[in-house]
């Protein structure tokens, strides 16, 4: 096929969906929840992306989270084309999966040992049937409006996607496999605890964003995260962080290390590859053991520990690890959230800015976001609105209110101000 540089949007869009599914390799891409043609992009560097027809705008979507560094960092492009001379996949061994793997352990609090995949799907997938084969139990728990990728049984009132496009559930799931899934709301310890005192002894793990990122950023409320593990303990089951956004985000250690609990296993994707397809889950050495070949839980894949995504996961932490970064990504998230609450404030639009680190969503909302429920009664068509004005704009937003948007440490003094400066001519033309 030929380079379609310069070709409207609307040409690339129908020649996608010819081929594609809907045009998309993943369904939010589709701009769906905020109408329009989405926007296809060419390339990226530092804060900033550039469509097909050549127009630039500052990147929020950062990848949907991996690129914290920003678009082609180049110690992470060096590290890549390094390896891909040395060659991009073995099927054997190598010394930079151990690296990593040492890297990781370092950093978060519950892990002794990982095992690398290839996505966070794959991650949250394996750690259950770990759970399963570790507690002898079926049912699985998790909260509505947190998305753990798109495997059977935890397609259950989920967030991201399948909330922006109003699925209840996913036709081709099994009733049987959706029956072992138990749901509670987000941030109500007295429903998990109630859940736990019904059938406790059913229950292999509560899987549980430990921030939530796939209906908008809702920060765990006081109490929660700790009810959590101490339910767990106390029925026996394990406590599941799924840290795929969080891991790194917030914090060098995840959000377990920010709120000080810690699971018993922790799935990561995203910024754990830098921008390469990755995902990984860990836990404690007697836990893990349990995985083929020391152990008889299964799992298995052919471009797990990817040559690629190690290489650019090590040098993508090894940047982190430096004096300072994630405070300079603390002060332009702070800043980047603060001014546009303040513009939705002097504008008369009902707004909330919610924030933990460099993760963000702007809620059009009269009140603060905690679940799925305040979540779902925002203004999507407000929303919508917003969204394209600030793309007019030049800004880069994900195009679902249900979903998080990011700072990276290449969203500078002049990227902040250009971006608040928008907002405001934006919630003008709203007005």
């Not at 045009?23 to 905020?34: H, L």
């Not at 804060?47 to 990848?63: L, P, T």
């Not at 209906?215 to 029925?235: C, K």
């Not at 513009?343 to 963000?360: E, I, K, N, T, Y």
């Amino acid at each position: 096929m030929a380079r379609v540089s310069g070709y409207p949007m609307e040409r690339l869009y129908a020649q996608a969906r010819r081929y594609l599914p809907g045009g998309v390799n993943s369904p939010v891409r589709a701009f769906r929840a905020v109408g329009g043609t989405p926007r296809f992009l060419e390339r990226g560097e530092g804060a900033a992306v550039w469509d097909a027809e050549g127009r630039r705008y500052v990147d929020y979507v950062g990848s949907w989270g991996p690129l914290i560094l920003g678009h082609a960092h180049p110690e992470v492009v060096e590290a890549v084309r390094d390896q891909a001379r040395r060659g991009t996949s073995f099927g054997a061994p190598t010394v930079l999966e151990t690296e990593l793997a040492h890297r990781v352990c370092e950093r978060i609090p519950s892990c002794e040992k990982v095992r690398f995949v290839s996505s966070g799907t794959e991650a949250t997938m394996s750690a259950l049937r770990l759970a399963r084969a570790v507690t002898g139990r079926e049912l699985i728990v998790k909260a509505e409006g947190c998305y753990h990728g798109h495997a059977d049984g935890l397609l259950v009132k989920a967030g991201s996607g399948v909330m922006t496009l109003a699925i209840p559930g996913s036709p081709g799931v099994p009733e049987a496999v959706a029956a072992r899934t138990r749901v509670v709301p987000y941030n109500d310890a007295a429903a998990l605890e109630e859940l736990f005192d019904r059938e406790g002894r059913e229950i292999a793990c509560f899987i549980v964003e430990p921030i939530a990122g796939n209906m908008g950023v809702v920060p765990p409320v006081e109490g929660y995260l700790e009810t959590a593990r101490a339910l767990t303990r106390r029925h026996g089951a394990l406590l599941v962080f799924d840290e795929v956004i969080t891991g790194f985000r917030v914090h060098p250690g995840g959000a377990q290390a920010l709120y000080g609990v810690q699971p018993d296993l922790t799935c990561l994707g995203k910024v754990l590859g830098g921008g390469l397809p990755v995902g990984a889950f860990g836990g404690p050495a007697e836990i893990m053991d349990r995985l083929a070949p020391d152990g008889p839980v299964y799992q298995a894949g052919t471009l797990s520990g990817n040559p690629l995504a190690m290489r650019a996961g090590i040098a993508t932490l090894d940047v982190l690890a430096r004096e300072g970064v994630y405070d300079k990504l603390e002060r332009s998230a702070r800043r980047l959230a603060e001014g546009l609450q303040e513009r939705f404030a002097r504008a008369g639009v009902p707004a909330v800015l919610q924030r933990v680190g460099s993760m963000w969503t702007a809620f059009f909302s009269e009140a603060p976001v905690t679940d799925y429920a305040s979540a779902a009664r925002c203004d999507v068509r407000r929303f919508a609105q917003f969204f394209h004005a600030m793309l007019e704009q030049g800004v880069y937003l994900p195009p679902s209110q249900f979903e998080a948007a990011f700072v990276s440490t290449a969203h500078g003094e002049e990227e902040i101000a250009a971006t608040l400066a928008a907002a405001e001519r934006a919630l003008a033309a709203l007005a």
